[in-house]
């Protein structure tokens, strides 16, 4: 299979979900490598950069793409199967940037209170021992923690005309910022212009859930993705689903409706997958899920509701997709 | 060591947090073994008995206590180690309970629906394989899923004179609903009346997280629980130790709030585990918690947040104690 | 119609509702007029008396009550008429209360920020031309506002068996800070426990809605009140009835969720004042609520939902109360 | 003064803020005189016709604009100013429209319950006497209320890039839905593209506060407003003056948070208007503002907060721009 390679020179970022020329035309069954920059356009380098400073918020959360998907219609479903994730940086930068985060009032949960100090910690990578390394910058303590690569965004263009900034997560994907994004997993999306106008970025070393200071160990990525499609059958929201569990996520505020819209989606796809009566897979879930918080930081909240398919019948998902896609990223390398 | 029996007779079961006398007087360092009848008192033992018409609503979630612990103050620490959980019947069961649950609109998420259709499911125990049965009810599917024991609720009596339903969650524990507290696990409660007065009760053969139905495998539960005290340091919201994880557990609404608070007390034991400043630990704990969420639909949601120890340096909390109990628990047996 | 008096002793206060013997036992149909502290037990009488020096938060909103109600039982209806609110004192006091407020984080909102400087406003009484004097910290300004008394908390033991802090409003009414608890207004609350065992508290000499800052302008009260009871009837959520409107109170969290409540709990009531089927009160109602925020302060959020009487057909409720009691006030003075 | 008048045919209208070309350029100190349909494209004209058949959801919320308005950049500020509604139809619609509202589960708050009756209220106008009348679906009783008109939506082109749904309020107005959009009151909007490109449209005939139902009595509307440009000063929200009440308007979810940030927005107004620190604003404007909830139903929830002029020193904003507004369009006719 050949694999195209695509590096964003600066002015061919997208910041926005929609309302973006495609850079590429692709056909299903392609096979992408594509490097993205950090959330920072690479701006914060040392810790003496400081977000307030070197970080120009309109130009935050860099996207490449979008690529258009040739036969992709409205009503579709584009899956896209993540190969590899790999650092393209020797380090990661995180920062706790005024009014913005889980643990500071913001732009939408407005006080009067002074911001948390501006600051930010870089992680040095190693590459042989796959750690970034903590380091305080109020004291001497480092940890060296091991990288585990993920994909803050992954999006669609939005319906209804709309155009997003890629730093919201909503129906379309885009920044979902769940560390369940990362390689091996497959995403699927509901198309909802021709094309589908996905794109990919904000790549993490690492990254806790709930983002709780709202930068992971953002990093350059490079991103080996699998793209495919599947006529009609579109989620209402994103679903990704790996070799282990079957997973939804749902994105609004407050952190409850996110929950319940993921919740809500695995029922119905377990009525899919199983056959199951609503009641029934309300029942069932509600005994097996787990739900680990994705983001309370961005525009909306996100919420992973996930089932482990080990203690489930077999059921295969879109005509076995994720098991092909799978088989076909084996045989890229 | 000798271990304290006991199993209340119905008249003995407490159905509030606080506002009840003791049922027995221990001192700390005592094992106790008790057992605890399920949410419903029992009420369900078929899939015709319905919650709207066996269940008194006055009667849910009894619970086990409270027990009077000897030399407890205010501002003291009070240590439950959780030994063993053993199901105490050879069923659970589960109840769709009319505007009861996460996806239904509730008494305080109201709304002019129609409830859901009352439905009762009863899960058989198979003790050998340490399974209970999902059966469904609108179609043939039988699933057996792992044994999972875990206490919905753990508490004291709250602060201020409060008294509170045994339904709710706050500082004071209470029904956090969170598969966390199973055996193991060490569960640390800040004292907040002489004597402590805990209990515990709302056993679960197992949960999702969430508790999206608002009822778990419900069960009666034979709990062996050690008590040790640790004289001042109470903290402000539940702490669990396990062997892996540290953990707190925030409830409160929206449940983004309930997230804060977990987070932010993590930040702040960090402080007290590894001399952390506060940015240096919300900046360490946004790149490795977990976040799953416990409960959605109680008086208060429940979220957990919780860093891996695998991941950080060798830190003792309360001396050790953690450790210390599990060395005691395995000489009882 | 003889009238009691009632000036509570500091150990004869109320910092619960619930839990707390009676003061007095009333029959229906008795004028009390009543002496409430503020809420800072007047521990803040100069701007140099700052909330963190002087307040004991262990003793914040004294209540004066309960009240015992012969003839009260679990399913009846309290009415309690306010005829007359007067500052009992010649000032009123306010203060930013670290980490209490709307637009401060909070120990349920929190944040790792610092707290807002904590601040006491004085504003004196000008009884002649009813006025009180707001007069800033940080500058000259000075404006004299109109008097306008109401009471922050009016309300009844809870029911199952809870006890909940004065500061909390809820289903018992409590401390809902709603403007429209002024002289004029018949506030009717379902009775949970024998003889209802109400208190009332938290003079306000005035107060925005919403109560910003989480203090209005806290003063000492002598209030009149006329109490009556209606067999039957409960109220699941407190209702005020005055000249003008018919109003509901929803106190929860989020704050739309006590929107919701309110909303709801109005629809429920035009069903009993007009007829009205609920899809048909639903509509009415969406084309002439007024919905005025009462507090986002406290440990619930208070919103008010009211209809105005003149744009409706005439209706009474339990029996034309309200009229009545009117009359009586009247003939009080 | 010369009146542009415009009536858009069907495929003039817009459907989003941004991402359309303008249908005028104007200069400021226009006025326009606009029709724009209601809600429902004019789609529902009898109780038969339901929403879920008539209704498509494509196209909802049409709006009139956008207008470019001459020399308008980012950072200024477009004021405008409602000289007059008037209902261009003789009959207004509302609707239950399934699965939107606010007292029942949406796509945002979603439940499994079954939807609410689809049912339409046509609201006859009697223009001689200023009213529009409600008629139950479920019974006979018919109320006479007065005619109130507003318009629902009243924005501008976000800034980012982005382009929103006519659904959507939020920093850039939009779907606001606040009856105190009014003749009378002056819109001041911050501007984030050349040109400004605002549009109106959401005509109501009436609306409760907090459009429980999710929709008002829709009718189609002849606006007549005046368009000013204010180099500079772009507010970060929107902010309402008419001649007795300095306004703001937040919008998010929770509810709470919209509240926040009128609250926050109207102290730094205060800031501006009366030279006030912020302690003291916050702390006088919790003493005066009033806070109807606008709209708890759209894709983000509305909150004004507004303080009454004759309790405060005079003031003028801008320059005395509505004042000199209200001066203009006395002129007009």
Same mark, same amino acid.
């Given at each position: 299979m050949d694999v195209v390679e695509f590096q964003p020179a600066f002015e061919e970022y997208a910041f926005t979900f929609g309302g973006v020329a495609p850079v590429r035309r692709v056909a299903p069954g392609s096979a992408l490598r594509l490097w993205s920059d950090d959330a920072f356009c690479g701006a914060l380098r040392a810790v003496t950069d400081l977000s307030s400073?070197?970080?120009?918020? =309109?130009?935050?959360?860099?996207?490449t793409g979008p690529f258009y998907v040739e $036969? %992709?219609?409205? $009503?579709?479903?584009?899956a896209l &199967?993540?190969?590899?994730?790999?650092?393209a940086r020797d380090w990661g930068a995180s920062a706790h940037i005024p009014f913005f985060g889980g643990m500071t009032s913001t732009d939408r949960v407005v006080t009067l209170q002074d911001p948390l100090p501006d600051t930010t910690y870089i992680y040095e990578l190693n590459r042989a021992r796959g750690t970034?390394?903590? %380091?305080? =910058? &109020? $004291?001497?303590? =480092?940890?060296?923690?091991?990288v585990e690569p993920m994909l803050g965004t992954v999006g669609v263009a939005p319906a209804g005309g709309e155009v997003r900034s890629s730093l919201v997560p909503d129906r379309f994907g885009g920044n979902m910022d769940t560390p369940q994004m990362r390689a091996g997993a497959t995403c699927y999306l509901g198309v909802n212009v021709d094309?589908?106008?996905?794109?990919? $970025?904000?790549g993490h070393y690492r990254q806790g859930e709930g983002e709780a200071c709202g930068t992971a160990v953002e990093g350059a990525m490079t991103t080996t993705v699998l793209v495919e499609l599947v006529k009609g059958g579109a989620p209402p929201w994103p679903r990704i689903e790996d070799d282990t569990h079957w997973m939804t996520v749902g994105s609004s505020r407050p952190l409850e409706d996110a929950w319940r819209i993921g919740q809500s989606e695995l029922v119905h796809w377990f009525g899919e997958l199983y056959g199951l009566h609503a009641m029934d897979a309300y029942q069932l879930l509600s005994q097996i899920t787990e739900a680990p918080i994705a983001?309370?930081?961005? %525009?909306?909240?996100?919420?992973?509701?996930?089932?482990?398919?080990?203690?489930?019948?077999?059921a295969a998902a879109y005509g076995g997709l994720h098991e092909e896609l799978r088989r076909r990223a084996a045989s890229l390398f």
């Open positions: 400073e070197k970080v120009d918020l =309109r130009y935050v959360n860099p996207q $036969g %992709a219609e409205p $009503g579709d479903t584009l &199967h993540l190969v590899s994730l790999e650092p970034v390394t903590f %380091a305080a =910058r &109020h $004291g001497d303590l =480092r940890i060296d923690l091991p094309g589908a106008l996905f794109s990919v $970025g904000d983001n309370v930081v961005d %525009a909306n909240y996100s919420a992973v509701v996930k089932a482990r398919k080990a203690l489930l019948p077999t």
